[in-house]
């Protein structure tokens, strides 16, 4: 071994986000490179399940947990050791470390979040953008946003895309299309949060105004508030909440979408975007913050803010079977430059000289 590399393993113990994503998928690809280095994970005592790594070490360490681990058992365990936190956050004042800055959402689009996460953040952010060795973030869009917020160089935070490949070992689960009357429907598809900047009622406004029959189904966190800020007292007809579901029922959905559909205000990056190509779905997509940096010329785009743009565009593509294809494929060849492998090597050769 060259080196010793610890890894802030906090993100073992939150639900599956896009920032969760990221750091499983990360290590994974950087346990499947076997580099010339050791690797040790660190987390607290509630992991579980433990991940099935064959060359990260997981190491359970400390007594407390959530933020409390983070910033006080982590830094007295390490002793001025390197640690790398893929997870938007570290220990603030530890810098002998490398951190993954996702987005500036928590400045950009403040009312997406409480007062105290936005106070936290904050002050995480502008620490760790001070003291840290390297910082890593998505896309070239995040880096001018950190930039711009954080008042640093935009030099100061280095780009690595991320990989949309990771639904690509599982096998998909087609039951959920039983289970809400999809199988053989026309659908659409959107994957998000609750969060208002997923821009979601926009999206809500211009399906009641189809002329085509098609369904809109909604994988994520509930969305009953999103109904009522569009002033719906009730779900359209036409629209599915679908809730929480497994990388399987994903993967099985974009399959069989006639296309995602992605409203978003704000996005670091956009997985989704890639994750719908990688699996043959059409993407429509908002031309706002990182996507058309992550789409490229592989999914078409409409004016977020525009009901009436969502609308056309949506029938355009619903109305053509062949631009559909012609989307597939542009996606799929657009997609496979993205892989976990690129992100964990990129990653690795920028934190080696850290060591």
Known sequence: MSGRMFINGRFLTQPLTGVQRYAHELL????????SVEMICLAPPEVFP?????NIALRVVGTHRGNGWEQLDLPLWLKGRFLFSPSNVGPAFYPNQAATFHDAS??????????????KYRFLFRQIARTARRIFTDSIFSQRELAHY?????RRFDVVPLGGDHLQHIRSDDDILDLHGLRN???????????????????????????????????????KKIF???????????????GYISDAELKALYEHA?????????EGFGLPVLEAMSCGCPVLSSRAASLPEVGGTAALYFDPLSVDDITDTIEGVISS??????LRERGRIHAAQFTWNGTARQTLDLLLPLL
């Open 28 to 35: 994974r690809a950087l346990d499947a490179l076997n580099p």
């Open 50 to 54: 433990r991940p099935a790594w064959n």
């Open 106 to 119: 928590v400045f950009a689009v403040p009312e997406a979040y409480s007062r105290m996460f936005k106070i």
């Open 150 to 154: 954080l008042e640093r160089d935009p």
């Open 185 to 223: 429907q026309p659908y659409l598809l959107m994957v998000a949060s609750q969060s208002p900047h997923k821009n979601t009622a926009r999206l809500l406004e211009a399906v009641t105004k189809l002329q085509c029959e098609v369904r809109l189904a909604l994988a994520g966190g509930g969305f």
């Open 228 to 242: 009522q800020h569009a002033g719906l007292e009730r779900l359209p007809d036409n629209v599915i909440q679908l």
């Open 258 to 266: 006639r296309c995602l559909v992605l409203p978003s205000l704000y």
């Open 321 to 326: 079977s062949s631009h559909q294809d012609a």
